[in-house]
Every structure is written in C-alpha cells, then in structure tokens.
C-alpha cells in the first residue's frame, strides 16, 4: 500500500529530475541571445526551470501538509492493475532496444491481447504480427520514416 504523501513526494521528485534534465539539455545548445534570437535552449531551459520549481513547491507544500495526506493512494490489488499495465510496457522498450520496434510491437500486442484480452492464441500472434506489418508499410514504405530495427529486419534486408 501507498500513502497519498509517498505519492506527492515521489511524483514531485521525479517532476523536479525531469525538469532538470531539461535544464541541463538546454544548456548544451545555448540559452543566451544569439544573432538571429534566442538560442535553441533558451525555451527548454526556462521551461525546465518551471518545472524544477512547480515540483520544488509541490514537495513543500505535501511536507507542510503532511498530516492531511496519510490516506491510502494504492491499494495492493490497485498495484497489481498498474503493474499489469506497466511491467508489459518496460518490456517493450527494453526488447525495442535489442530485436528493433517492429518485432517488439508484434510480440507486445501478441502478449497483451492473450494475457490481458483472453483472444486466442492464433488471433493474438496474427495480430501482433498484422501490426508490426502495417506499421513497416506506413511508417518505412509510405512515409519514409525510419524506426529502429534490430536483428530480424537485417536478416530480412529490410534496412
């Protein structure tokens, strides 16, 4: 179980991580006035700085009131739904990263449609596959629009 105050100061937290990865971003491309305007980081960078200060004053505010804040956020059944959601989406990006997006989607939309749709294992694979299929066809074909590939398109030559 999660307490509504683990939950502000872990959502505040991870907000204010987020917002100052973006102010250091920015920083590479420069947040002066250049000749032509404002440099390419001057926006992210004070976006960032909202950011970093929106979570800096949320963490304030869930500390001070703390007392207000001990109810239940996640019950543990609650977190099994979230996990059931989550963990299948983690593992999406990371076999993203190694097989390439479209095996990654196939395999995605095969797991999720079987485990959490109860389809049939046929229709959940031809799915996944019908998919990944259509994608390459529009997004590589159609709009020439380049995806991460791994091993399995190299070894089909569709690079």
């Given at each position: ?12 937290t ?21 000749d ?46 979230v ?77």
């Amino acid at each position: 179980m999660i307490s509504r105050f683990s939950a502000e100061i872990g959502t505040a937290t991870l907000t204010a991580g987020l917002g100052l990865a973006a102010v250091v971003g920015a920083l590479e491309f420069g947040i002066g006035w250049g000749d032509a305007g404002p440099e390419p980081g001057a926006f992210p960078f004070y976006i960032g700085l909202l950011v970093v200060a929106a979570s800096i004053g949320n963490l304030v505010r869930a500390t001070v009131g703390r007392h207000g804040l001990q109810s239940v956020f996640l019950h543990k059944e609650e977190a099994k739904r979230v996990a059931s959601f989550f963990v299948p989406m983690l593992a999406f990006v990371v076999v993203a990263r190694l097989l390439g997006l479209y095996v990654a989607t196939a395999l995605y939309l095969a797991f999720v449609m079987r485990v959490q749709g109860k389809y049939r294992l046929a229709v959940s694979i031809a799915s996944g596959i019908a998919a990944a299929v259509i994608f390459y066809f529009v997004l590589e074909v159609a709009f020439q629009v380049p995806l991460m590939k791994g091993p399995l398109e190299a070894a089909l030559g569709l690079y």
